[in-house]
């Protein structure tokens, strides 16, 4: 399969987006610093390696930058202007394909590209006209009703999007406020927007005294200086949004994939407390700390950490949180949950949080968390289709000759694989075709099952389904038997007459509701006239913890009292010198492990309540329901 050089350049952003991160030493020259002095060493440091791009170059960047992996988590264009948080949105935009030629009367024909600060104000002067950081994908007919009116917070509303976005006069209560006509986004974005225009201050600090016109717009927001910027209301109005609204990793996102297009970041986004420590009020007092840490979901390679929050004279606007000694994340205050990945099976860690102002001032720490990972995760299928010979998948054709073929390439990193193509050897015939596993997949011993495989796409939009059956008989034909939707899984479309390639990776799929012997089974249906995609498919995977339950296989013969038990328990067990017991919780969290020669161990430590007793001796194995009281 070839990639051309559109794909291979979307593939290249968006590894690099998730490896890119604030380099070392980034902000080490403003350490220290405050007022307009850290404004003016923030502008030097954000000005160096501040490539600019072609304004064309933008409709690319968006494929990374502007995605929706956040709210309805669909891949369209993420529009500031028509996202509805919490509901499903009016209309949605697929990157590329809607980009605008003419704007529409009404929302919802076409995505163009929105200076949230107005190129009118620096009359189209560069590098700013392309300066990603402040140009956004959105609704060509909302951004022509915005045109370069200032931002603020409306009255009476003229006009009202699909999401809520107004414009109207402004209503912000502030002595002597403008009160002329604003626009006002939802409050889900106004944070975003202003770090965007405490970064245009303070990359543009040398040009931007020189932006405050006779333009209404840029006449009620600029107060025609270099270092406050801004005219008074406005400026506390972006500092309420700020705060109100907290970086979210929708954002976090955006910036890296701004560095990685134009070599420069929002260092607002990165040090939130940089609005604070140049325009607000010095603040010495440091937040509380956070309490009660503790802990769900415990895996092999995570654990869901929770706390209490903190609470500040100001505001608490993020949570450090430490890995053995070691920070490993920032995250927003309006989040008291982290989870913690990448850890290794069967290993402890300890955990402690940290609270910090808009000022930077950090709390003492929570209490230290201590957590062993479970064991590795057992993988129950794994096929990479390395040897079309020996595969554990099989195709199965209704309505024309057979379309999936297996490949010793062109899978993920070029290996082998099986593909889809319903126009095989010039035929456009309509087709119903499976890849069907062989065998079927015994779930019942085990628990939080997971499935990962990867997919690329390219030519046609015709569906591409992973459904499972348990009644599946392969002596039917599979539409004759009962097939589900994969739960937590939708395999994107593939834009119609389009060739570039598009890859779509699905890493850790929760399939725990998915019980029994099962068979899984790729389905391609061009049956209603489709334009035919080619699919291909590699590196199906699928893991498991194994069930505590009681099992007959290796069944070791045990006997334990008092139970119900407090303070000491006796393990029996004939003719074993020597075991290995462990203790979970109902959620599955391991609370006691340990070798043991004696009879009794201790059990004083564990709360009132049912828990599960799994014993090991001489590759035998059992497991009890323990009851302390």
């Known amino acids: 399969m070839k990639k051309n050089l559109f794909s291979l350049l979307i593939a290249i952003l968006c590894v690099a987006t998730t490896q890119a991160q604030i380099p070392t030493n980034y902000y080490s020259s403003a350490q220290g610093l405050s007022g307009y002095t850290l404004k003016s060493e923030l502008s030097s440091i954000i000005?160096?390696?501040?490539?600019?791009?072609?304004?064309?170059?933008?409709?690319?960047?968006?494929?990374?930058?502007?995605?929706?992996?956040?709210?309805?988590?669909?891949?369209?264009?993420?529009?500031?202007?028509?996202?509805?948080?919490?509901?499903?949105?009016?209309?949605?935009?697929?990157?590329?394909?809607?980009?605008?030629?003419?704007?529409?009367?009404?929302?919802?024909?076409?995505?163009?590209?929105?200076?949230?600060?107005?190129?009118?104000?620096?009359?189209?002067?560069?590098?700013?006209?392309?300066?990603?950081?402040?140009?956004?994908?959105?609704?060509?007919?909302?951004?022509?009703?915005?045109?370069?009116?200032?931002?603020?917070?409306?009255?009476?509303?003229?006009?009202?999007?699909?999401?809520?976005?107004?414009?109207?006069?402004?209503?912000?209560?502030?002595?002597?406020?403008?009160?002329?006509?604003?626009?006002?986004?939802?409050?889900?974005?106004?944070?975003?927007?202003?770090r965007v225009y405490f970064y245009m201050a303070t990359r543009y600090e040398n040009q931007i005294s020189g932006w405050e016109t006779s333009n209404t717009g840029s006449d009620a927001t600029l107060n025609g200086t270099s270092n406050q910027v801004f005219e008074d209301w406005m400026l506390a109005m972006l500092i309420d949004w700020h705060n109100a609204d907290p970086v979210s990793q929708k954002e976090i996102d955006r910036n890296n994939a701004a560095y990685i297009f134009q070599g420069n970041r929002n260092p607002f986004v990165d040090n939130p407390q940089y609005a604070a420590q140049i325009w607000g009020t010095p603040d010495n007092q440091s937040p509380t700390a956070p309490t009660n840490l503790d802990y769900n979901n415990l895996t092999n390679s995570s654990v869901e950490l929770t706390w209490n929050a903190a609470t500040d004279n100001i505001a608490v606007v993020s949570?450090?949180?430490?890995?053995?000694?070691?920070?490993?994340?920032?995250?927003?205050?309006?989040?008291?949950?982290?989870?913690?990945?990448?850890?290794?099976?069967?290993?402890?860690?300890y955990f402690e949080v940290f609270a910090l102002d808009a000022y930077g001032n950090i709390s003492s720490a929570s209490n230290m968390l201590t957590v062993t990972t479970l064991e590795a995760a057992e993988v129950i299928f794994s096929e990479d289709f390395n040897d079309c010979q020996n595969v554990q998948f099989t195709p199965v054709s209704e309505l024309s000759t057979q379309d999936w073929q297996c490949q010793t390439e062109f899978g993920e990193d070029n290996t082998?694989?099986?593909?889809?193509?319903?126009?095989?050897?010039?035929?456009?015939?309509?087709?119903?075709?499976?890849?069907?596993?062989?065998?079927?997949?015994?779930?019942?011993?085990?628990?939080?099952?997971?499935?990962?495989?990867?997919?690329?796409?390219?030519?046609?939009?015709?569906?591409?389904?992973?459904?499972?059956?348990?009644?599946?008989?392969?002596?039917?034909?599979?539409?004759?038997?009962?097939?589900?939707?994969?739960?937590?899984?939708?395999?994107?479309?593939?834009?119609?007459?389009?060739?570039?390639?598009?890859?779509?990776?699905?890493?850790?799929?929760?399939?725990?509701?998915?019980?029994?012997?099962?068979?899984?089974?790729?389905?391609?249906?061009?049956?209603?006239?489709?334009?035919?995609?080619?699919?291909?498919?590699?590196?199906?995977?699928?893991?498991?913890?194994?069930?505590?339950?009681?099992?007959?296989?290796?069944q070791l013969t045990l006997n334990i009292y008092p139970n119900p038990s407090h303070g000491k328990l006796t393990i029996s067990?004939?003719?074993?010198?020597?075991?290995?017991?462990?203790?979970?919780?109902?959620?599955?969290?391991?609370?006691?492990?340990?070798?043991?020669?004696?009879t009794q161990i201790s059990v004083e430590n564990l709360a009132s309540g049912l828990y599960l007793l799994q014993v090991s001796s001489e590759g035998k194995t059992a497991s009890k329901k323990l009851i302390i009281n």
């Open 416 to 554: 082998g694989c099986f593909q889809m193509n319903s126009y095989s050897q010039g035929s456009q015939i309509p087709s119903i075709d499976w890849l069907i596993t062989t065998n079927s997949i015994n779930l019942d011993n085990y628990t939080q099952e997971k499935l990962s495989f990867y997919t690329d796409a390219a030519y046609g939009n015709s569906e591409l389904q992973l459904l499972y059956s348990t009644d599946y008989n392969a002596a039917n034909a599979p539409s004759n038997t009962t097939w589900t939707a994969v739960p937590n899984l939708t395999i994107p479309q593939h834009p119609s007459g389009n060739a570039n390639e598009l890859i779509f990776e699905f890493n850790d799929i929760d399939i725990s509701s998915i019980s029994g012997n099962v068979y899984f089974a790729f389905k391609y249906d061009t049956s209603n006239g489709e334009n035919a995609t080619r699919w291909t498919v590699d590196s199906f995977r699928i893991t498991g913890e194994q069930n505590l339950s009681v099992s007959t296989k290796n």
């Open 573 to 598: 067990i004939p003719s074993a010198k020597e075991f290995e017991y462990a203790i979970y919780d109902l959620n599955g969290r391991l609370l006691q492990q340990k070798k043991n020669s004696a």
């Open 47 to 194: 000005s160096n390696g501040h490539t600019a791009q072609g304004y064309g170059d933008l409709w690319d960047a968006y494929y990374t930058s502007d995605v929706d992996n956040y709210y309805e988590n669909d891949g369209t264009v993420l529009d500031i202007y028509s996202e509805k948080p919490n509901a499903t949105d009016a209309y949605n935009y697929t990157l590329g394909s809607d980009q605008c030629g003419n704007v529409s009367a009404s929302e919802g024909g076409c995505y163009n590209r929105e200076h949230s600060f107005p190129k009118s104000w620096f009359n189209d002067a560069s590098p700013m006209y392309t300066d990603m950081h402040h140009i956004f994908p959105t609704d060509g007919q909302v951004n022509s009703q915005r045109s370069n009116f200032p931002y603020g917070e409306v009255g009476n509303a003229s006009w009202t999007s699909t999401n809520g976005t107004k414009k109207g006069n402004n209503n912000y209560n502030f002595p002597n406020a403008y009160n002329g006509t604003v626009f006002e986004p939802i409050d889900e974005f106004k944070g975003d927007l202003a």
């Open 319 to 349: 949570y450090q949180i430490k890995q053995n000694g070691a920070e490993v994340a920032t995250i927003s205050a309006t989040n008291t949950t982290y989870l913690a990945t990448n850890l290794t099976p069967e290993t402890a860690y």
